[in-house]
């Protein structure tokens, strides 16, 4: 009788049973949904994650396909307006125009609002972006880049040690 156990007490009635059985009934059904839900839940974290590491290897892919280089001057690297210079190349050296290139800097801790600048095309594959260190310490400078073919790129570059003025 699936579960249900029948006992032997004059006070309790038919109607009883019943809706004892009804509940057990009710309470199986609720597993059987939440239980679907988790499992469908578990199916779409796992399509998410592989197309997530999809979408990070092809644009590893992309990023060893393209030359980055960048640099900061003048150096000693120090707080205030500093100039973050940008040089993009395909993978035969040939320079890659009309790309967009959004510089963010990041200190290092938490708790400081981070700066953004856009960089422009100076000459064929070279970009140049204003970037305002806020204060010293060590950041990180991140560049968000699209290129002229809708390709997204990510770069980092570590900038130790920025000196107060």
Do not use: N
């Amino acid at each position: 009788m699936h579960g249900i156990r029948l006992v032997d007490d004059p006070t309790l009635s038919t109607g009883a049973l019943k809706m004892s059985w009804l509940s057990l009934r009710g309470r199986r059904r609720a597993a059987s949904r939440h239980f679907r839900a988790l499992a469908l839940a578990a199916a779409t974290l796992a399509l998410s994650a592989s197309a997530c590491h999809r979408r990070a290897d092809s644009a590893r892919a992309i990023s060893r396909a393209i030359s980055f280089e960048a640099s900061i001057a003048p150096q000693p690297v120090r707080a205030g307006d500093e100039t973050v210079s940008i040089r993009l190349a395909d993978a035969s050296g040939h320079p890659l125009s009309r790309a967009r290139i959004q510089v963010e800097g990041d200190m290092s801790h938490p708790g400081m609002a981070p700066v953004f600048s856009d960089a422009a095309e100076t000459a064929p594959g070279s970009y140049r972006a204003p970037l305002a260190f806020t204060m010293g310490g060590d950041w990180v400078v991140l560049f968000h880049i699209t290129l002229a073919d809708g390709r997204k790129i990510e770069e980092q570059i570590d900038v130790k040690g920025v000196e107060s003025r």
